[in-house]
């Protein structure tokens, strides 16, 4: 069965440092591939989206992601953060035609001041 | 403002209550959806309404009952639940079903069985 595996379940970072979150998912097809973001006490937003083109995608607040087709992955970055980057971080996959979409267990950031 | 909004926030419920959530869209949106969210998991797709009619229903238990009565309205009837029904219920939505990977969530209910 399809599947997606973000790393770490936590990540505590200090202000200016820079992020890798990482995602691999399991399957051999044509994939969409999204991120969404969870603010404490917000709705979950779409952070960025691939849907092809470009493995480089970029997406709101300075977030970027690469698509790496031979690695299974799609991991976020962001070069410095911010303390209003705490966030949880969903990592989400749809495959060829199929309609649903297969969640990470998400990925809880903590910046430090 | 996200364009989906939850009532209630917040439900504390006993095993034999019967309650619902409700969610609402102001978007246009065809398709809805409901999520389960627990903590340290992947969300659980529950339901799916494209255009009022329930296109996927996967494997929820019958004490979960949905309910889309226009294409901007959804329900989720509640009734017997088990306390480890307790999670964060999402409602979302899409401008289609093929777009289900761009969704729009609400702020979700969150829902405790006592």
């Known amino acids: 069965a399809q599947s997606v595996s973000q790393h770490n379940h936590h990540v505590i970072l200090s202000e200016a440092a820079s992020l890798e979150l990482g995602c691999n998912y399991s399957y051999g097809g044509t994939v969409n591939l999204f991120w969404y973001v969870q603010y404490p006490g917000q709705h979950l937003q779409l952070l960025l989206k691939y849907f092809s083109g470009d493995p480089l995608v970029k997406g709101i607040k300075g977030f970027e992601a690469e698509f790496i087709k031979s690695k299974f992955s799609f991991n976020l970055r962001k070069p410095s953060v911010q303390w209003s980057d705490t966030a949880e971080y969903f990592c989400?996959?749809?495959?060829?035609?199929?309609?649903?979409?297969?969640w990470g267990a998400g990925t809880k950031l903590i910046i430090k001041p | 403002e996200t364009g989906v909004t939850q009532t209630p926030r917040h439900l504390v419920m006993g095993m034999t209550n019967k309650k619902s959530l409700k969610c609402e869209q102001h978007?246009?949106?065809?398709?809805m959806y409901w999520y389960k969210q627990s903590a340290k998991k992947p969300l659980e797709l529950m339901f799916v309404y494209s255009l009022e009619e329930r296109v996927e229903n996967n494997s929820v238990p019958s004490r979960f009952s949905p309910e889309c009565p226009n294409s901007s309205h959804l329900f989720l009837h509640l009734h017997t639940l088990q306390p480890e029904d307790s999670a964060l219920y999402l409602c979302?939505?899409?401008?289609?079903?093929?777009?289900?990977?761009?969704?729009?969530f609400g702020e979700g209910s969150r829902l405790t069985v006592l």
């Open positions: 978007l246009g949106h065809n398709a």
């Open positions: 979302a939505s899409s401008l289609d079903r093929a777009s289900t990977g761009e969704l729009f």
């Open positions: 989400a996959v749809r495959v060829d035609s199929n309609y649903q979409l297969i």
